[in-house]
């Protein structure tokens, strides 16, 4: 199994490539690439949450309350003082720190059916759900961030995987087949509630009419270029040699 360094390594460079690609097709705005970027670290570092003890989810609890009490003092009036809103941003941080985590150390086991493919779904969809109708970003908005935390937590799943394989002899560790999985058969019961939950998720989930219309439509990478056709960073150096000529002139 890969350690915290390596998957928020991964998670970090996946997430900036895409959120780059996004950047360059001009499908995302730069606060939009920098929303996208973080919610995939996040979604990168999910299907270890459920460790009780690891540093891992003492860390992302603690960034995820963070960005979600930031997100509830953002929703505040504007005319509010800076006591009150510091108050709001503590109380939510507590809440989600100390009585979610309790509460989440006890409900889940570790490798259990959060460390599964229907359980990064799920992820995804709060996300997309939570961001549309608590913070009210737009439908678009929501399902992109949702699929970046998808995206980093199947990333998760297929690094575990990849550990439990000794590429060199061909032999499997114990731990192979556990990562990237689509339930869990020692615990029927919770496969089965991660797939109802799932279900209730999509009814809720923002109408995704634009975005499947933008992300699978031609036109939105028909002038995306991977690798420059003449000279590399052709306009970063005429836009810096017109700055200093503007300089020298003044």
């Known amino acids: 199994m890969a350690d915290f360094k390596t998957h928020l390594t991964v998670a970090s460079i996946g997430s900036s490539i895409a959120a780059t690609i996004l950047f360059a097709s001009a499908v995302a705005s730069p606060q939009e690439v920098l929303l996208y970027f973080i919610f995939g670290v996040v979604g990168g570092l999910l299907p270890d949450i459920d460790s009780d003890s690891s540093l891992t989810v003492?860390?992302?609890?603690?960034?995820?309350?963070?960005?979600?009490?930031?997100?509830?003092?953002?929703?505040?009036?504007?005319?509010?003082?800076?006591?009150e809103l510091f108050i709001i941003w503590a109380v939510s941080f507590i809440f989600i720190k100390f009585f979610i985590f309790s509460l989440f150390?006890?409900?889940?086991?570790?490798?259990?059916?959060?460390h599964s493919i229907p359980a990064s779904v799920a992820f995804g969809c709060m996300?997309?759900?939570?961001?549309?109708?608590?913070?009210?970003?737009?439908?678009?908005?929501?399902?992109?961030?949702g699929g970046f935390v998808?995206?980093?937590?199947?990333?998760?799943?297929?690094?575990?995987?990849?550990?439990?394989?000794?590429?060199?002899?061909?032999?499997?560790?114990?731990s192979s087949g556990t990562a990237f999985k689509f339930g869990s058969i020692?615990?029927?019961?919770?496969?089965?509630?991660?797939?109802?939950?799932?279900a209730i998720l999509f009814v809720a989930m923002p109408s995704h009419t634009r975005f499947f219309s933008v992300i699978f439509a031609s036109q939105t990478y028909e002038h995306l270029e991977f690798f420059p056709s003449g000279k590399w960073f052709s306009r970063l150096c005429a836009e810096l040699a017109h700055n200093g000529g503007s300089l020298a002139l003044d």
């Open 58 to 83: 003492r860390l992302l609890f603690t960034f995820i309350a963070t960005l979600i009490s930031f997100l509830i003092m953002f929703k505040q009036r504007a005319d509010n003082t800076v006591m």
């Open 105 to 114: 150390t006890k409900l889940t086991v570790h490798r259990g059916i959060i």
């Open 127 to 145: 996300a997309a759900i939570g961001l549309n109708r608590i913070f009210h970003f737009s439908d678009f908005v929501s399902w992109m961030a």
């Open 150 to 174: 998808f995206g980093g937590s199947i990333l998760h799943l297929i690094l575990d995987e990849l550990c439990g394989l000794n590429l060199l002899t061909g032999q499997t560790k114990k």
């Open 186 to 198: 020692g615990n029927i019961r919770a496969t089965i509630a991660i797939y109802m939950f799932i």
